[in-house]
């Protein structure tokens, strides 16, 4: 089983960035998709998730309306948009898959810096 993520970095507060998490090793169209971020001296967070089919999504109140989550299971591929980036989205973020029974992967995450 493998997630990696990629398309952290260094960015501008106001600025823009794509997070990408590529798996495989398990069944990626039976697995719910989330994004976690853990900053600094803080435990980790939910970011944002969405559903086996992308139907559905779910957001921290504190990225309304600038994140957007979509999963692509074809290329089994769950992407994290992130807009209007703040000083305060500084953490890594962290790839999650869960499946039915209670199994859960994670990534190893990708860290994303906003700063001028």
């Known amino acids: 089983v493998q997630l990696v993520e990629s398309g952290g970095g260094l960015v501008q507060p106001g600025g823009s960035l794509r997070l990408s998490c590529a798996a495989s090793g398990f069944t990626f169209s039976s697995s719910r998709m989330s994004w976690y971020r853990q900053a600094p001296g803080k435990e980790r967070e939910l970011v944002a998730g969405i559903s086996i089919g992308g139907g559905s999504t779910n957001y921290a109140d504190s990225v309304k309306g600038r994140f957007t989550i979509s999963r692509d299971n074809v290329k089994n591929t769950v992407y994290l948009q992130m807009n209007n980036l703040e000083p305060e989205d500084t953490a890594v973020y962290y790839c999650?898959?869960?499946?039915?029974?209670?199994?859960?992967?994670w990534g190893k995450g990708t860290l994303v810096t906003v700063s001028t």
């Open positions: 999650n898959a869960a499946q039915l029974l209670g199994l859960s992967y």
